[in-house]
């Protein structure tokens, strides 16, 4: 299972980004996917999470700013990112727990590379 993220970039404080993560692969069902974030210096810490059914939870810190939201059918997460501040700047991982591979139970977690999201105030 791989995943790609895109969509990071450079906005202004107040602005909006939208980071899409794309799981690839065979043999493999998804249940949660989701989002985490690292700032320089700082630990990686989580975003938001959506599962199979589509039920999400958000950190405080994003609450009512960002949107999780995904395609089972294209194995994608999307995290929707307004009213931006400069404390949102960090790179961004999405993450996917799997639960089948190849037709057994399992427990695996995949990240993606990280893409950049910069705010500048």
């Known amino acids: 299972v791989q995943l790609q993220a895109s969509g990071g970039g450079l906005v202004q404080a107040g602005g909006f980004l939208r980071l899409s993560c794309a799981a690839s692969g065979r043999g493999f069902s998804i249940n949660t996917m989701g989002w985490y974030r690292q700032a320089p210096g700082k630990q990686r810490d989580w975003v938001a999470t959506i599962n199979r059914s589509g039920s999400t939870t958000y950190a405080d810190s994003v609450k009512g700013r960002f949107t999780v939201s995904r395609d089972n059918a294209k194995n994608t997460v999307y995290l929707q990112m307004s009213r931006l501040q400069s404390e949102d700047t960090a790179v961004y991982y999405c993450?996917?727990?799997?639960?089948?591979?190849?037709?057994?139970?399992?427990?695996?977690?995949?990240w993606g590379q990280g893409t950049q999201v910069t705010v500048s105030s």
């Open positions: 993450n996917a727990d799997i639960d089948s591979l190849w037709g057994r139970t399992t427990w695996s977690r995949f």
